[in-house]
């Protein structure tokens, strides 16, 4: 009866402790999973910023990218939204380059320790300090 209670708690103990993941997640390699400091579900949305005026008087405007947080399933967030810098997206087959607005994505992050202070914040990432390159490990559509 011992020896049945021990089988137990030690399977118990290498459950998946997350087991509400999506399943996109364990669809990706293991070594990817596990650089990942921040694992979210979020809505895509786009936009423009506000008019920036250059030095010789002409206006621009930027796009800005980002995804509303649905769901966080590790890592420390108050920010509801994550900025991404679509322009720098890594080249990976992990990471879906043409995202769609209104889409739900399964976001893999590593952020630096600045991004990672701004993510702790309400106020989270300006638009000058979007994540980008190898801040993101993979971007999944949801199904």
């Keep these: ?4 209670l021990s089988m137990a ?3 118990m103990t290498l459950a998946p402790q997350n087991q509400n993941l999506p399943e996109e997640f364990y669809r990706l390699p293991e070594q ?3 650089r990942a400091t921040v694992v979210v579900t979020g809505t895509f949305g786009q936009g423009r910023t506000p008019c ?3 030095p010789d008087g002409s206006r621009v405007w930027f796009i800005d ?3 509303t947080v649905k769901k966080v399933y590790q890592g420390e967030l108050k920010s509801r939204s994550i900025r991404v810098n679509t ?6 087959q992990y990471v879906k380059k043409n995202l769609d607005r209104g889409h739900n994505y ?7 320790e600045e991004s990672v202070k ?11 300090d979007s994540l980008h390159d190898e801040e993101i490990i993979a971007i999944v559509e949801l199904k």
């Design 87 to 92: 322009a720098m997206l890594p080249a990976s």
């Design 52 to 54: 920036v005026f250059r």
């Design 106 to 112: 399964l976001l893999l992050l590593k952020p630096d």
């Design 9 to 11: 708690i030690v399977l």
């Design 1 to 4: 009866m011992n020896h049945l």
């Design 32 to 34: 990817l999973r596990e």
């Design 65 to 67: 990218s980002w995804f």
């Design 118 to 128: 701004a993510m702790k914040t309400e106020e989270g990432l300006g638009f000058w």
